[in-house]
């Protein structure tokens, strides 16, 4: 059985930084793909970023490019979500996801087959 398990999660002022981290369990890490979504209260769940199992294809949503940085050590099973310069539009919570597809097919919801339960990412000053 797969398990997400997100931590890192916060309040931060605008302008600061956090880091996620998703301890994945239930298959071989550095097969599948990983991803993390966000969803504000009253909106969708949007896609955030994504990467493959070798960590060299990389696919970031516009409105984190340059801010954000997601990356992935398969020796310990983990992946992280590096968020600089966080604005007061990045709050909400965030999920981590996996799916048998890869990084650009995992933008979408719909192909995600596992999630987390999810972290809270609260920006305000």
């Known amino acids: 059985q797969v398990q997400l398990v997100e931590s890192g999660g916060g309040l931060v002022q605008p302008g600061g930084s956090l880091r996620l981290s998703c301890a994945p369990s239930g298959r071989t890490f550095s097969w599948y793909a990983m991803g993390w979504f966000r969803q504000a209260p009253g909106k969708e769940r949007e896609f955030v970023a994504t990467?493959?199992?070798?960590?060299?294809?990389?696919v970031y949503a516009d409105s984190v490019k340059g801010r954000f940085t997601i990356s992935r050590d398969n020796a310990k099973n983990t992946v992280h979500l590096q968020m600089n310069n966080l604005k007061p539009e990045d709050t909400g919570l965030y999920y981590c996801a996996t799916g048998n597809t890869g990084p650009v097919g995992l933008q979408l919801p719909t192909r995600v087959d596992y999630w987390g339960q999810g972290t809270q990412v609260t920006v305000s000053p």
């Open positions: 990467i493959d199992g070798t960590g060299r294809t990389i």
